[in-house]
């Protein structure tokens, strides 16, 4: 039992760390780099705070050395995904007993682990496993995650105190209890800080949780169980079981405690799983809350009054870093024709200066697509737009492709387009952009076009020197976008400062990172306490007048 109100530490932004040459931190990465690279793994699930092996194992695969002998990790089958449930069940009472500031206390020291002994481990397996460059690796999986852990426990004080008002002689009051039931945490490869925000924000808030990691971030995934163990998580609470998604998805949805599911992937995925859980909606003991940040086909619209050379570089950061391979990547964009030559010229340059390549040579941009299947649909995507230049295709800049080493697409720009080009419609998820050469005249025009361009509205942004353009722009694309972002690249939201997540077919919106999430992980129970003895059942008004 605790006494007294606390006050949580103010949380900061995480500072980013340069791996300059020379630097102290640039040695020690590499040096953990090389040591991770040399093992040969064999990663367990984690069920009720016990190791697990099944015997059934995939091959950790690293994207950029194809052919590296990693070993491999564990996967579910039907019996440790029913465990991993009775594991999270059983764990279910004491966790959500345990004083609130018990929990946080948790978090916050997961957090200082990572910013100390766990941040190369976890830089470094998300170098080897994602092909993310130093640099990606350190926004997402160091200081992402660290400012997860630490605005996730300041949020969840200011949801605590949100407290109703109380008339004299009686005290109201709102507890925030966690769901009924277990949350089912389905986390992707391509963000190491989501993996870890997924299953860690519903448990912050009292639930217990069973954890699919994607099978292309296992490695990643397991640092982040060692590091929640080495904080202090109580066994039971996140439980780790990477496998099959449609067998073990196929299984936790079916389960009657449900509760909730937590999700960043897929649009078609995270529809089938709303299918599913629609289809099951007798069997449940309660409405499982849905939450689910989803595809995006995010766009760059360019007004003429905008800044060429800022225009061109955030084009060549929002589109190419790590490969294209974020929710958020600039994959089509609007420019129009009195701006395209010089614009041109930049991406042209840019791109022929763009290293691509092993992510351990710290002088590449770039490192290689996720895996086999990735690098062919993007390379279909590239050839069947080459085959049309000419016709519905002006010009592709870029877009070679190498997979014997690794799974190496060099960034692309398909330029010249028609606006229903399908690569101006399609999520394709790599460094590839598309770009719609518009009539400068035709501004207003084209932000009407942008707007109804695609199903989805996860990030987009407008360039633009003059104001009456950015105030139309952002009036017309109102809600083309969750994240809209001004003279800047739709890429890099920073949790504190750019709540993240987008509607349509990107997503419910919840915002990770933010109180607004949070408030999906909880349900609320009002105490109302009357302190005077009631008399006389009777009211004034029936008295005898």
Request: proline share 6%; glycine share 10%; with cysteine.
């Amino acid at each position: 039992m605790s006494f007294g109100l606390f006050r949580v530490p103010d949380p900061v932004n995480e500072a980013v760390r340069t791996y300059a040459p020379d630097t102290p931190e640039r040695a020690s990465l590499k040096a953990t780099y090389a040591e991770l690279a040399n093992k040969k793994f064999d990663l367990p699930l984690w069920i009720g705070g016990k190791a697990v092996r099944t015997g059934n194992i995939s091959p950790i695969v690293c994207p950029h050395q194809r052919k590296a002998e990693l070993g491999g990790f564990h996967q579910a089958g039907t019996r440790e995904v029913g465990d991993a449930i009775a594991a999270a069940q059983a764990a279910r009472g004491e966790w959500a007993a345990m004083p609130w500031d018990q929990r946080a206390a948790i978090f916050l020291r997961a957090a200082a682990l990572l910013r100390g002994p766990f941040r190369d481990r976890l830089n470094a397996a998300t170098m080897l496993n994602q092909s993310k460059t130093a640099h990606q690796a350190e926004i997402d999986a160091a200081c992402e995650l660290i400012d997860f852990f630490h605005f996730n426990v300041h949020y969840l004080t200011q949801l605590y105190g949100e407290q109703p008002i109380s008339s004299p002689g009686t005290w109201n009051r709102v507890e925030y209890r966690p769901l009924d039931g277990f949350v089912f945490a389905v986390t992707p490869f391509n963000f190491t800080s989501i993996a870890g925000n997924l299953p860690t924000a519903p448990a912050l808030c009292g639930n217990t949780v069973v954890w699919k990691p994607a099978s292309t971030a296992v490695l990643s995934g397991s640092v982040i169980m060692e590091l929640l163990q080495a904080a202090g998580l109580p066994p039971g609470v996140i439980n780790f079981v990477p496998g099959s998604p449609a067998a073990i998805g196929e299984q936790v949805l079916a389960h009657r405690d449900l509760a909730g599911v937590h999700f960043t992937g897929s649009t078609p995925v995270f529809k089938q799983m709303w299918r599913s859980i629609g289809n099951n909606i007798d069997n449940y003991v309660s409405y499982p809350r849905l939450v689910g940040e989803t595809g995006g086909k995010d766009f760059v619209f360019a007004h003429p009054s905008a800044d060429v050379q800022s225009l061109a570089h955030n084009l060549l950061r929002g589109a190419f870093e790590y490969q294209g391979q974020k929710c958020s990547a600039a994959s089509r964009a609007y420019i129009p024709d009195n701006l395209w030559p010089q614009v041109r010229e930049h991406l042209g340059d840019g791109i022929a200066s763009i290293k691509v390549g092993d992510v351990s040579d710290f002088t590449n941009f770039m490192g290689a697509v996720i895996d086999a299947r990735a690098y062919a649909k993007l390379r279909e995507a590239i050839e069947e737009a080459r085959s049309r230049q000419g016709g519905r295709v002006g010009e592709v800049i870029g877009g070679e492709s190498d997979d014997k080493t690794g799974f190496f697409i060099r960034p692309t720009v398909i330029a010249g387009v028609e606006p229903e080009y399908r690569t101006m419609k399609e999520e394709l998820f790599g460094p590839v952009l598309t770009i719609h050469i518009y009539p400068q005249a035709r501004f207003e025009e084209t932000l009407a076009l942008c707007e109804r361009g695609s199903e989805y509205a996860l990030t987009g942004a407008i360039f633009a020197e003059n104001r009456q353009a950015i105030v139309d722009a952002t009036r017309t694309l109102r809600h083309a976008a969750g994240n809209f972002y001004i003279n800047d690249k739709p890429t890099g939201a920073v949790v504190g400062q750019q709540p993240f997540g987008g509607s349509k077919a990107s997503g419910t919106n919840d915002k990770a990172g933010s109180l607004l999430n949070l408030v999906r992980w909880i349900s609320p129970r009002t105490i109302k306490e009357t302190f005077a003895p009631l008399r006389d059942f009777r009211y004034p008004f029936m008295n005898a007048g």
